[in-house]
């Protein structure tokens, strides 16, 4: 069974850049047909998805974000990660990372997710 | 505001069965696979349905998912106390501006 494990600061600066990494354990992230993938839920409110990278370094971004992210895949250690720059207020949200079963939004495994707070 | 409407809440007595709408549009549900997801409070979402009508292994059949058209249906029967969660449709909007969307979520009271 997959396991996914996000990680990172809970805390971040209004204007400062969102870093989290997800470790991915019981599979491989090189495997064909899975995308790798990040949702983000504001208090009290419902998912927004954010977006997906693919094991050939492809991603597709929410156009509402797109400017402000950045995402990367780290084989080696079955991690990837999530960058979110210029962080305000609107940002602070739980951040899941998730597997998409051939990026139709069809997430079958989730982190557990991670609370990040943007306040100064 | 999501490109997707939910009904913001439904309720149903135990053993009953209850039906929660997703309605959209051409550039999303009519070309697109719908999934749906429950989330119970201070917990990740979970797959229920995916393409449409298809069930994980591990979800009962008293979950099923159709698709005409615009709009999307997650049918539950047997209504179980455990199925009070808040339940989204997820699609891909395809327009000059794609990517994936969520629907606004139903919260489901279970008398």
């Known amino acids: 069974q997959v396991q996914l494990q996000e990680s990172g600061p809970g805390l971040v600066k209004p204007s400062q850049t969102l870093s989290l990494t997800c470790t991915v354990s019981g599979g491989p992230i090189s495997g064909v047909g899975y995308y790798w993938s990040w949702i983000r839920q504001p208090p009290g409110k419902g998912l927004e998805w954010i977006g997906y990278i693919y094991k050939s370094g492809s991603t597709y971004y929410n156009p509402s974000l797109k400017s402000r992210i950045s995402t990367s895949l780290d084989t080696s250690k079955n991690q990837f990660s999530l960058q979110l720059s210029s962080v305000t207020d609107a940002d602070t949200a739980v951040y899941y990372c998730?597997?998409?079963?051939?990026?139709?939004?069809?997430?079958?495994?989730w982190g557990q997710g991670i609370l990040v707070t943007v306040s100064s | 505001q999501s490109v997707l409407t939910q009904p913001p809440s439904v309720s149903a007595a135990p053993g009953q069965k209850v039906t929660i709408s997703c309605s959209g549009s051409n550039s999303n549900i009519r070309n697109n696979y719908v999934s749906w997801y429950q989330q119970s409070p201070g917990t990740a979402p979970k797959l229920l349905i995916y393409?449409?009508?298809r069930r994980p292994s591990d979800i009962p059949d008293r979950f099923s998912g159709s698709k005409s058209g615009t709009s999307a249906t997650l049918a539950i029967t047997g209504l179980q106390t455990g199925d009070e969660a808040d339940y989204y449709c997820a699609t891909w909007h395809s327009t000059l501006s794609t990517g994936g969307v969520f629907g606004g979520g139903t919260k489901l009271t279970v008398l």
């Open positions: 393409e449409n009508n």
């Open positions: 998730a597997r998409d079963l051939g990026g139709w939004l069809s997430f079958d495994n």
